[in-house]
């Protein structure tokens, strides 16, 4: 009868070493492009950790949705992506950004009697692709020196 005793006692704190409570909380920085193709930068913040992640819907999909997911470990990858953006705005058409996760590339498009428009694919190492174009790149530049 002793043991069953002393056994209901431990069994609670047992139980509760199985179970961490984790705190994390994901913020939307910014969203530069929303609809059909969108495009959401996050901050997750772990215990003691803090990342970034750009979401974005893969563009090679378009008869599905498939959402992808590149990861910046911290602050300082993710301003190596606005660098990227923010010399790939001063380049040329076919210049490109290669990081060790992604790839951007810059092209210009020019029709007919009209201004060009720049635009940037990013390539991320699975094999995901979105494009989006300068406008969308300021506002991401701008948001990201702001952190």
Request: a positive charge; aromatic letters at 10%.
């Given at each position: 009868?002793?043991?069953l ?10 139980a509760?070493?199985q ?6 909380s994901?913020v939307s ?6 609809g ?6 996050q901050?997750?913040i ?5 990342c970034?992640?750009l979401n974005?819907?893969?563009?090679q999909?378009?008869a599905?949705?498939?959402m992808s997911t590149?990861k910046?470990g911290?602050?300082?990858q ?12 001063t380049g ?5 950004a ?5 790839t951007i ?7 007919i009697?009209e201004k ?6 990013l390539?991320?190492n699975d094999?995901?692709?979105t494009n ?8 991401m530049?701008t ?5």
């Amino acid at each position: 009868m002793k043991k069953l005793i002393f056994l209901s006692l431990f069994i609670p704190a047992l139980a509760k070493a199985q179970f961490v409570i984790v705190n994390t909380s994901t913020v939307s920085l910014m969203e530069p492009r929303t609809g059909k193709w969108p495009m959401d930068l996050q901050r997750v913040i772990r215990e003691s950790d803090t990342c970034y992640v750009l979401n974005f819907r893969d563009q090679q999909e378009s008869a599905e949705v498939t959402m992808s997911t590149l990861k910046f470990g911290d602050l300082t990858q993710l301003r190596f992506f606005q660098k990227g953006l923010s010399a790939l705005k001063t380049g040329n058409t076919g210049d490109i950004a290669k990081f060790k996760e992604y790839t951007i590339k810059r092209m210009d498009v020019k029709k007919i009697g009209e201004k060009g428009t720049i635009w940037f694919t990013l390539t991320c190492n699975d094999g995901s692709v979105t494009n989006f174009q300068q406008a969308e790149a300021d506002r991401m530049i701008t948001a990201i020196k702001g952190l």
